[in-house]
């Protein structure tokens, strides 16, 4: 009997990777939704036995979608396939019904095992067969872009969320591509306020080479260093450049780790800076950046979840960079489907 399968994520290219991963064995019917309110519309046509469904989406995310599933009691199981991986997210989203959870990117032997689990599938792992439902038209640079960046900040945020016990809001990253012009306009608007510090730290492999900023609001220290529960000293300002740094090692850290295993790649990493006490962002742009015409910027704006603590989450690489980057993970996402 064929089972409708719906896939709900809105980057064509995570679609695209959770069509090609789905075992070639299982006989299915899939659909594909771009937001949970589309998705909705999809399960009452009865073309939802099972749905694949993103957390991070546009007009309606997968919290609010699953919502209305239960709400509504609408007929289908749901699968999160998430690049959010904190425990609370997988918690909150098991607690309101869905079946189980698969953190991005998709590891085809887990999603079989999990399959095999439900008895919704028992025979051989293996993906590919599907190549064709899942368009292989051509990809947009910009949403590989913003997937690879999902992922690897998804992590990122899990990491701290452990940390500090506690749930930290991950929106969908902004990717841009500008000229270097834009980004000193945008940097200069950034030293304008005294009130931000931030880090910056590089990473390069193989051809391949990039800055990650963390960037704080020195208003938000006071509650980050109570969350890091760090012994009360008198020392304000260096219990402060210790919490800038320790956030930093950590997001920066994971980010650029799960960048590392979706390209196959090793990044060394270059020592920090923190910018306006060692030295300013202008100087970062003269040593470094500088030297990109064009520039890929990738940001991330997190939240702490009932302690108003903000920061941003910023990559910046050279196009040519960026360039590398989409054939290895288009060539890797080939290679793992089969």
Known sequence: MTTNVLICDDSGFARRQMARS??????VNIS???HGKQALESIEEGLADVMFLDLNMPVMD??????QIRARDLPTMVIVVSGDV?????????????????AKPIDNDKLTELLRQYGLYSGESGGGELRESAGAGEIDRLDVYREMANVAMGQAGE???QLLDVFINLPIPNVNQIETNELRMAIAEIQQKAHVSAVSQGFVSTGINGEALVIFNDTDFASMVKLLKYPSR?????LEVEALMDVSNILIGACVNALSQQLDLNFSRSHPIILGRHCDLEQLLQSNVSRWSKIVAVEIGYSIEQH??????????PQASM????EKLVAHSEVANG
């Open 323 to 326: 360039d590398m980057m989409f």
């Open 32 to 34: 594909f939704a771009e």
């Open 86 to 102: 904190q425990p609370q997210a997988r918690k909150r989203m098991l607690a309101m019904g869905a079946l189980d959870f698969i």
């Open 62 to 67: 997968g919290y609010q979608t699953m919502e």
């Open 159 to 161: 990491k701290l969320a």
């Open 22 to 27: 789905i075992p070639r064995g299982w006989d």
């Open 308 to 317: 108003d603590i903000h920061f941003d989450l910023l990559l910046l690489l």
């Open 234 to 238: 008198e020392n304000d300002e260096r």
